[in-house]
């Protein structure tokens, strides 16, 4: 099992304040707030001052969204290892998602 908050913290922490603000304004809410979601509150509160109001509110609001969804614990993962990787010298790509929403099955 990966220490996700460690990888996250130490990514953060080694990653240069501008290039960090650009890579996380570049970035989706949801992919934020997956990645940022295993830190204290503390430490997101930090990254959240480097980042526009509008852009922090959002991903606090996508944070506590997730709470209620039933992520499954792979997505997270690779949700989490594309967010750390677009931290990653090289042409610049910008992670996506796309969970496919699950269908009732008493509908059919």
Request: proline letters at 6%; one cysteine or more; hydrophobic letters at 40%.
């Amino acid at each position: 099992m990966t220490d996700w908050a460690a990888a996250v913290s130490t990514r953060l922490g080694r990653t240069d304040p501008a290039r960090l603000q650009n890579t996380l304004m570049a970035m989706s809410d949801k992919i934020c707030a997956v990645a940022l979601a295993t830190l204290p509150e503390e430490r997101r509160d930090a990254v959240y001052a480097l980042i526009a109001p509008t852009k922090a509110r959002r991903i606090r609001e996508e944070i506590r969204l997730e709470t209620r969804r039933r992520t499954a614990r792979a997505v997270r993962d690779r949700i989490i290892r594309e967010f750390l990787k677009s931290f990653d010298a090289g042409p610049k790509t910008r992670p996506t998602i796309y969970i496919r929403p699950k269908r009732d099955s008493r509908l059919r």
